[in-house]
Every structure is written in C-alpha cells, then in structure tokens.
C-alpha cells in the first residue's frame, strides 16, 4: 500500500462511534497513551494492531488506510453516474456505481478521469437492428491497446474486455444506452453520450 492510517483518520473515526481514547485501547489491548500518540501524530499503530483497530472502528482496512469512509446506507445510486476503475497490475476492471475504496494487487485505485475523444481514439459507431456495433481504429498490439470498450444505460452495463492482437470492436444491446466508454491502456479511459433510443 503506499498510504498509511493517519491520527487525524483514528480521532475521527473513534469519535464517530463515542468511544473514549481509553475504551479503544482497550479493545486493542494497547495503553490510551498509545492511542493518543496515534491521534496527535507522534506514532502509528502497529501493522499488527491494523485488523483489530478497523474492526473496532467499525471499518474495513482499505478504508481505514485510504482515510474514506465508505458505508452502504443504501442511497440510490445512478448507473450512468459510475467510475471505472482498473488495475496497473493486472488489467482488472471494476465498474462502481457509489462511493467506494477500490483496492486490487495491494494498490488503492483512483476512480477514471474521462476524457474527450481525440482523432487517434474516435470511436465508429453503427446501428445493426436492435445492437450498436461499435468500432475502433486503434492500435491492438501487446504495448498499446484498447483493454475494454462499455455501453452505459439507465439500468445496467455492458462491457466486453478486450485482449491484445484482437479486434477493438464490440456489440451492445440498444436497449436505452446514453453513454459508450473505451480505455487506452497507454491513453486512458474515452466517452462519448449518444441519443437514447427506444
């Protein structure tokens, strides 16, 4: 991981669940003095004590070490309004459609920044019946490729990984999609709205 838990983080947690410094060490099995080392920033808990300090906190690790607080209160949540997320190390993709910590092959993944589609990554897009077959002229080597293209709607994704030395092409259900998202692996993640269609 390249974050580690903050007092700041410890103090606002413990506060949010009442708990004195004294009755979290407790828990920990630590001194309170140690605890308020932690919270003034004059040392870090024990990788040790991580588990059982998150757990105490009421929050998972990843959590705890990224500073967020990210709790399922059931809010409504707005497919078309997600983050793609993907991993450096081994391609994976996750689509989120709430707050969330996303961690894979021990990184702490920011959500993807899109960006407007330039000449060298335009997206072709045509209506076969009830499908949109989507096209890209773009490089598909082992170094440089487009790793997945996703058609968004109101009420789900759709998304077709994609491997090196094969076609950048993809076909999506009609079905009330408004956005399409592809990702350059050496260019980032591109998006374009598109009309509804019924």
């Keep these: 991981m390249d974050k ?3 007092g700041t983080v410890i103090r606002k947690l413990r506060e949010a669940k009442k ?3 004294e009755e979290l060490a407790q828990q920990l099995f630590v ?5 308020s080392k932690w919270e003034t ?3 870090f808990p024990d990788i040790s004590l991580l588990e059982p300090l998150a757990a105490a906190l009421d929050i998972s690790v990843i959590e705890l ?3 967020e607080d990210i709790r399922n209160r059931n809010r409504s949540s707005n497919v078309s309004k997600g983050h793609f997320y993907v991993c450096p190390m081994c391609g994976n993709v996750i689509y989120s459609i709430g707050e969330a910590v996303i961690s894979c092959c021990g990184i702490v993944l920011p959500p993807l920044e899109t960006e407007q589609p330039d000449e060298k990554h335009l997206l072709r897009l045509e209506v076969v019946e009830d499908e949109y077959y989507v096209t890209l002229d773009h490089p598909m080597t082992k ?3 487009i790793s997945f293209l996703a058609a968004v709607s109101d009420q789900g994704l759709q998304l077709v990984k994609l491997y090196p030395e094969g076609g950048a092409e993809a076909r999506f259900q009609i079905n009330r ?3 399409l998202h592809w990702y350059c692996n ?7 709205r598109i009309a509804k269609r019924r």
Excluded: D
């Excluded at 050496?186 to 374009?192: K, N, Q």
């Design 4 to 6: 580690y838990v903050t």
């Design 19 to 21: 708990l004195t410094q």
């Design 31 to 35: 001194s309170s003095k140690a605890v």
């Design 41 to 43: 920033g004059q040392g």
């Design 65 to 67: 070490m990224s500073g």
């Design 143 to 145: 170094e440089h490729y």
């Design 177 to 179: 999609v408004s956005k």
């Design 186 to 192: 050496h260019h980032g993640l591109f998006s374009t």
